[in-house]
């Protein structure tokens, strides 16, 4: 994949100046609706913030208070350590992509042309500008030489929200706004966005903030989560195994659900210590079909080269409990996080943002033909699992990071 011309930022670290700080910001419309009231939060640099709510809450507003396509009416935000209303809306914009639900492209032109907008707005030179939008295309999955010459009604909900990030990514911009951008897509292109959108992150590392009325999109995402209630009031900002494990409220354990727990099997990470050990038949495999029974070592779906992706330490347990389920045995092989690890950042350590652990790039991990399982999960094993995390969380922490080591303790 093309890079984006600018070194790939590292994690934000704790204590480092944040890159968006809201300080006591409200918004009083004219028709006296209160739609936020004394809000403050920072997001560090390279952070993706998902604001999740019901409906009306006010994540809309806030974020539209960042570009100042609305003015707070009380208290200061920073970008980049500047007042925004100290700073001319036209420059502050293009330091700030912006990408909405309706993608808002403009229909008389091609994609090519939607891409170059800001970049010409800018006087790029046309080879730079050329160059940009072969490299921002190529980076959103869109074939420059064919996709880039058609115009926005002849493509999918999906290629157009593509097209609406690569524009907004266009000028480089450190931060990005991100209103219900995925929402109008249906779920399947959805996920699939999802996770290419991750992937993206991984490499840019904008500062982004994400908003969405989707709590399962808001955990996959973010690598914190801010849940709002009406009138701007923040509930609770935290990492997403934290927001499922510790609601802060009674607001955010009603907003997460009494199916907190599955949720929390999305976030939660499968640890060496969950294993038994491996199978001895998918074990001593020695020919590249390993075990006896001519299929893989598993029991023919798991064959490799044809089967389902592998599991991997470090994946989500729902990924785990999937394949656990789709397949005809109760134990699943599971392979060390290294060798040929996912790019989904689950298989990665230290790497990644917490929602990157689902991402579905596994699909493509079918790994080499003679690497063996590290180990076995069972059903009381996966338990176990989840019963560790929630433990976790019981035990404590302050809220810093994801208590089951998400992205430290692998
Ligand atoms: N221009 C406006 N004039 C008056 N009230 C407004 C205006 N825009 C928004 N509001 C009100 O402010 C409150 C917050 O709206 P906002 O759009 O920020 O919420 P939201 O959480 O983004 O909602 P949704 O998820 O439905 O998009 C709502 O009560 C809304 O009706």
């Known amino acids: 994949m093309p890079t984006t011309g600018q070194p790939t930022a590292a994690k934000p670290e704790a204590g480092a100046d944040p890159m968006i700080s809201l300080v006591g910001v409200g918004r009083r419309y004219p028709d006296g609706t209160v739609a936020v009231r004394d809000?403050?939060?920072?997001?560090?640099?390279?952070?993706?913030?998902?604001?999740?709510?019901?409906s009306g809450c006010g994540k809309t507003?806030?974020?539209?208070?960042?570009?100042?396509?609305?003015?707070?009416?009380?208290?200061?935000?920073?970008?980049?350590?500047?007042?925004?209303?100290?700073?001319?809306?036209?420059?502050?914009?293009?330091?700030?992509?912006?990408?909405?639900?309706?993608?808002?492209?403009?229909?008389h032109l091609t994609v090519r042309g939607n891409v170059a907008t800001v970049p010409r707005l800018l006087g790029w030179p046309s080879t730079r500008i050329r160059a940009r939008v072969d490299e921002l295309l190529e980076l959103v999955g869109l074939d420059p030489a064919t996709i880039g010459r058609r115009y926005p009604h002849e493509l999918s909900g999906g290629q157009q929200q593509r097209v609406g990030v690569a524009r907004a990514l266009a000028a480089d911009p450190p931060v990005l706004l991100m209103d219900e951008p995925f929402s109008a897509i249906d779920p399947i292109a959805r996920a699939r966005l999802?996770?290419?959108?991750?992937?993206?992150?991984?490499?840019?590392?904008?500062?982004?903030?994400?908003?969405?009325?989707?709590?399962?999109?808001?955990?996959?995402?973010?690598?914190?989560?801010?849940?709002?209630?009406?009138?701007?009031?923040?509930?609770?900002?935290?990492?997403?195994a934290r927001i499922l494990g510790r609601p802060a409220t009674d607001f955010v354990a009603d907003f997460v659900g009494a199916d907190r727990a599955l949720r929390r099997?999305?976030?939660?990470?499968?640890?060496?210590?969950?294993?038994?050990?491996?199978?001895?038949?998918?074990?001593?495999?020695?020919?590249?079909?390993?075990?006896t029974n001519g299929a893989g070592g598993t029991d023919g779906r798991g064959a490799v080269g044809t089967g389902p992706a592998r599991v991997r330490v470090g994946a989500p347990l729902r990924q785990a409990l999937a394949a656990l389920l789709a397949q005809d045995r109760d134990t699943l092989d599971v392979y060390a996080a290294t060798a040929g690890a996912s790019p989904s950042g689950g298989g990665t350590p230290g790497g990644g943002v917490p929602g990157g652990a689902v991402s579905s790039g596994?699909?493509?991990?079918?790994g080499d033909p003679r690497e063996q399982p590290i180990g076995m999960l069972t059903p009381a094993g996966l338990h176990?699992?989840?019963?560790?995390?929630?433990?976790?969380?019981?035990?404590?922490?302050?809220?810093?990071?994801?208590?089951?080591?998400l992205v430290d303790g692998l």
């Open 61 to 107: 507003t806030t974020m539209k208070m960042i570009n100042r396509l609305v003015e707070p009416t009380s208290g200061r935000i920073l970008v980049a350590g500047e007042d925004v209303a100290r700073t001319n809306p036209v420059r502050l914009r293009r330091r700030i992509g912006y990408v909405i639900q309706q993608v808002g492209l403009f229909g």
């Open 384 to 405: 176990a699992a989840l019963r560790r995390s929630v433990a976790a969380d019981d035990a404590g922490g302050t809220g810093g990071g994801p208590s089951v080591g």
């Open 194 to 240: 999802q996770a290419e959108f991750l992937r993206l992150q991984q490499e840019i590392r904008k500062t982004v903030v994400f908003v969405t009325h989707d709590l399962d999109e808001a955990i996959r995402l973010g690598d914190r989560v801010a849940v709002f209630s009406q009138g701007g009031t923040l509930e609770q900002i935290d990492p997403p």
């Open 362 to 366: 596994a699909a493509a991990d079918e």
């Open 265 to 291: 099997l999305a976030v939660t990470p499968l640890l060496p210590a969950d294993l038994e050990p491996p199978r001895p038949h998918s074990a001593a495999g020695t020919n590249g079909a390993g075990g």
């Open 39 to 54: 809000l403050s939060f920072d997001v560090p640099a390279g952070e993706l913030l998902c604001m999740v709510g019901p």
